[in-house]
Each structure stands twice: as C-alpha cells, then as structure tokens.
C-alpha cells in the first residue's frame, strides 16, 4: 500500500501583521536602521516566498506570496508597532490637510 503525504496549512486573516505587505515590513525595518544577519535571512524568505497548492492531486499555478508574518518571528512586536505609528502619523497628516 502507497503512502501518501499530506500538508496542511491554514492561513488566520485576522492576523494585524498578516495584511500588511512584506515590502512595507521590510522599508520599516529599513528606517529603523535594524539591520544584520538574522533581518537579511528573513529579508531573502519573504521576497521569495512563492506558494504552491495541490487540490486533489492536481497541482495548481504557483503564486509569490506578499502577505503575513512568520510564526514565531521575533521582529513582529516591534514591526507591529512601527507599522501602527506610521500608519497614525499618516492618518493625521491626512486630517491636518484636510482641516487648512
């Protein structure tokens, strides 16, 4: 009798981190100066994240990932923070426009 192997992965929408799109991330992470080994590694993996799907064993077109933030990622409380000041900052630069 043949094996078979299966993968399963689920993908939580209601993650902040996981709707914001990784070029974002890392121009954060740019300005914030953090930098180094640990960041360029993470860097390469999201730039080339690609997904492939098979649904019943019919293996569907590839597709590059830009969205989400790894399990685990030890850079997701302070991106999270960073992105959420930003996005304050240009929300109220918005509003300040709008009020002259």
């Not at 094996?3 to 914030?32: G, P």
């Not at 799907?53 to 850079?75: D, E, V, W, Y």
Request: aromatic share 6%.
């Amino acid at each position: 009798r043949e094996r078979k192997t299966y993968k399963v992965i689920t993908i939580d929408s209601k993650e902040a981190l996981d709707k914001i799109q990784h070029i974002f991330k890392i121009k954060t992470c740019n300005k914030l100066r953090i930098e180094g080994n640990y960041f360029n590694v993470k860097k390469v993996i999201r730039e080339k994240a690609r997904v492939n799907i098979r649904l019943n064993s019919k293996r569907l077109k590839a597709f590059c990932l830009k969205l989400g933030t790894g399990q685990g990622c030890l850079l997701s409380p302070l991106l999270f923070r960073a992105v959420l000041s930003s996005s304050q900052s240009n929300m109220a630069r918005k509003r300040h426009k709008a009020i002259d």
